[in-house]
């Protein structure tokens, strides 16, 4: 069976996907839409898409399986219902929605329903935090005390991203994805206090939505969390420790990753002196993709990924973070 998908969006995250599509086995990116038609064109192009004019017209095509909704998070609830009542599987971008009203909204609709509905939390897919998580779950670093993580994102590439209205600002937008994982790996949150502000972007100061932030994260067994993320470092991913009182693990994955390769004299394309692959780019978002493929195919139980409760709880945890900096407090979950 060949999985035939369509991506809802032309921006940047959807030709981060449309890219992994080019390794995932078993399915096959058909189509795409976007209100921005020459958005639209651009992806098609270069990946060899055929463009529908909107949302209905690619609900309504019934050689499309299931669809990727890559566009701005405010749209996320009503598209991924949309969706799920068309007979389609859904990957849904994080956030699963901007409030949670509307969080409740899609997880109560997708409860209705027997497809595949999974978001966009790639850092579970992306080596080595999967087995971190296995290992600390597992117990190997005997009681799980704390984690730090500096989460570095790229600067945003269109003004949504800073409107608290439509892309929710750094933290629903970036920090979301540490949010899933800590809360995956060490449980469940009872309070978090942030602290941060508009630093650097312009974007940021006229949202008055933070482009840096700090987000200390209190767990119900007693663990601590501490989450830096930044929209102006210049370049992307992050650094993760977990500690436990019977060892810890470190990941750093700004500097160096798993495997690093020095070309004295490189082929076209590839930089020249010590380069590495990038494990979030080139692994997670693949990663992710296959089993949302996988799953549709009854391969995977889908255990590994993001569900609708995963995403709330997720969300929670954010806005929850958001509403400390804007009121200056501890905010209990």
């Not at 035939?4 to 996907?17: K, P």
Request: proline content about 5%; hydrophobic content about 45%; charged content about 15%.
């Amino acid at each position: 069976m060949t999985v035939n998908l369509a991506l809802i969006g032309a921006g940047r995250i959807a030709r981060v996907h449309a890219a992994a599509y080019r390794k995932v086995a078993g399915a096959r990116l058909t189509a795409c839409t976007d209100p921005v038609p020459a958005a639209a064109a651009g992806l098609a192009a270069d990946f060899g898409l055929t463009v529908l004019p909107d949302l209905d017209a690619v609900l309504d095509e019934a050689s499309i399986d299931a669809v990727i909704i890559a566009s701005p998070n405010a749209l996320h609830p009503d598209q991924t219902i949309a969706a799920l009542n068309a007979g389609k599987h859904v990957f849904c971008q994080k956030p699963i929605a901007l409030t949670m009203e509307e969080a409740n909204r899609v997880v109560k609709h997708a409860a209705e329903f027997s497809h595949v509905l999974q978001f966009g939390f790639m850092l579970r897919f992306t080596p080595p935090l999967p087995e971190l998580h296995r290992a600390a779950v597992a117990g190997d670093f005997g009681t799980l005390i704390a984690a730090q993580a500096a989460i570095f994102g790229w600067e945003p590439s269109s003004d949504w991203f800073y409107d608290p209205a439509q892309g929710g600002g750094v933290i629903l937008d970036t920090l979301i994805h540490f949010a899933d994982f800590v809360l995956w790996t060490l449980g469940d949150a009872t309070q978090v206090h942030t602290q941060g502000g508009a630093y650097l972007l312009d974007g940021a100061r006229r949202h008055r939505s933070p482009d840096n932030a700090t987000v200390l994260i209190t767990h119900a067994s007693g663990a601590v969390s501490s989450l830096y993320v930044s929209w102006t470092a210049g370049h992307g991913n992050f650094r993760l420790d977990v500690f436990g009182a019977a060892g810890h693990a470190t990941v750093d994955l700004t500097t160096g990753q798993a495997l690093t390769v020095y070309r004295r004299e490189p082929p076209a394309g590839a930089p020249a002196g010590w380069s590495f692959p990038d494990m979030v780019w080139e692994h997670g978002y693949v990663g992710e993709q296959q089993y949302f493929v996988d799953r549709i195919d009854g391969t995977v139980d889908g255990r590994l990924a993001a569900s609708p409760a995963d995403a709330r709880k997720a969300l929670a945890l954010v806005v929850a973070a958001q509403k400390s900096l804007d009121e200056n407090r501890v905010v209990a979950l």
